[in-house]
């Protein structure tokens, strides 16, 4: 797998998400931005098991993706990142990004894995970005694809 080229499709399925009136957009990064301007999702770091299956043809990505929000008020901060959090609606980041899996017997991210599954929400806390203050949290989204690709 491309993993360049599978965090930007992540990222790009996530610009998907709709936000309350008066949030503004969701703006998102197929990588660790110096700079942000919130709300902001990015796909970070990752862990890639090699050779799931035989020949190279299958590997197995553990990948987290982060979403910041500013913190301008507290408890209305939290509530945006609460229906981002949200396991379906408008504003569900999982909703967004597994819509890009694909019909079935498809590809996901447009024939750049063979499927993915957001698994988890963690880390719900404060983040530090460029030394400003957000609250956050983690998606950890499993990718699987071609290990000879």
């Given at each position: 797998?491309d993993m360049?080229?599978v965090r930007?499709?992540?990222?790009?399925?996530?610009?998907a998400?709709?936000?309350?009136d008066?949030v503004?957009?969701?703006?998102c990064s197929?990588?660790t931005?110096?700079?942000?301007?919130?709300?902001?999702?990015?796909?970070?770091?990752?862990?890639?098991e090699?050779?799931?299956?035989?020949?190279?043809s299958?590997?197995?990505?553990?990948?987290?993706?982060r979403v910041?929000?500013?913190?301008?008020?507290?408890?209305?901060a939290q509530r945006?990142?609460?229906?981002?959090?949200?396991?379906?609606g408008p504003a569900s980041?999982?909703?967004?990004?597994?819509a890009?899996?694909?019909?079935?017997?498809e590809f996901?991210?447009?024939?750049?894995?063979?499927?993915?599954?957001?698994?988890r929400?963690?880390?719900?806390?404060?983040?530090?970005?460029?030394g400003?203050q957000?609250?956050?949290?983690?998606?950890?989204?499993?990718i699987i694809?071609?290990g000879s690709?």
């Amino acid at each position: 797998m491309d993993m360049s080229a599978v965090r930007e499709a992540i990222a790009d399925a996530a610009r998907a998400v709709v936000l309350p009136d008066g949030v503004g957009k969701l703006t998102c990064s197929g990588y660790t931005p110096d700079s942000i301007t919130p709300p902001h999702f990015f796909a970070g770091e990752y862990a890639v098991e090699f050779d799931k299956a035989m020949r190279r043809s299958l590997d197995e990505v553990e990948l987290t993706c982060r979403v910041l929000v500013g913190r301008a008020d507290d408890r209305s901060a939290q509530r945006t990142l609460d229906r981002m959090l949200s396991g379906a609606g408008p504003a569900s980041l999982k909703a967004a990004i597994e819509a890009a899996r694909g019909a079935p017997g498809e590809f996901a991210l447009g024939g750049l894995a063979h499927d993915l599954h957001v698994m988890r929400v963690q880390g719900y806390r404060w983040y530090e970005h460029q030394g400003i203050q957000y609250v956050g949290a983690e998606l950890i989204i499993k990718i699987i694809g071609e290990g000879s690709a």
